[in-house]
């Protein structure tokens, strides 16, 4: 079999319907559209989120609590996550982001507590909790903090 040889099977493709176009058509006048109303006007419908005059899900659910705008989100690496660099390693928010445990470099970055480490790494965060600083220092590593582009 060859590339010009396929088809599709037999009654599979049906010609696309032509409305409008006469009364000997079967789609002439409205185009199938029915008379009148809403939906027979060029453009007519609802919108996907409308429920028919019903009071929306969006006015209808209860708002609770509080969003803060000026929140400032960090990506979060575990000390244990340091593990996986080499003993010595300058490690910052490119590194991290090569290695995975990080989605975006460009996103400041905060250095956690959880797990341990057991060699000596240099590590450039934004910022680091008082017990990550501990276990990096522990195992004769450093954290450097860079300070946190404002946009």
């Not at 409305?19 to 006007?41: D, E, P």
């Not at 007519?44 to 659910?61: D, I, K, N, S």
């Not at 960090?74 to 390693?89: D, K, P």
């Amino acid at each position: 079999m060859r590339l010009n040889e396929l088809a599709p099977v037999p009654g599979a493709r049906r010609k696309a319907k032509r409305v409008g176009r006469g009364n000997g058509s079967g789609l002439g006048k409205t185009a199938g559209r029915g008379n009148k109303g809403q939906k027979s006007r060029a453009g007519g419908g609802t919108a996907p989120w409308f429920e028919g005059g019903q009071m929306p899900l969006q006015r209808r659910v209860p708002k609770r609590g509080f969003t803060n705008i000026f929140r400032e989100a960090y990506s979060i690496v575990n000390v244990e996550a340091l593990g996986r660099f080499a003993e010595g390693s300058e490690v910052g928010p490119v590194e991290l982001a090569r290695a995975g445990l990080i989605s975006k470099a460009d996103a400041p970055v905060k250095l956690l507590g959880s797990g341990s480490l057991d060699r000596p790494v240099t590590v450039r965060v934004h910022r680091a909790s008082a017990s990550a600083v501990e276990k990096v220092r522990a195992a004769g590593g450093q954290v450097q903090l860079i300070p946190v582009k404002k946009e």
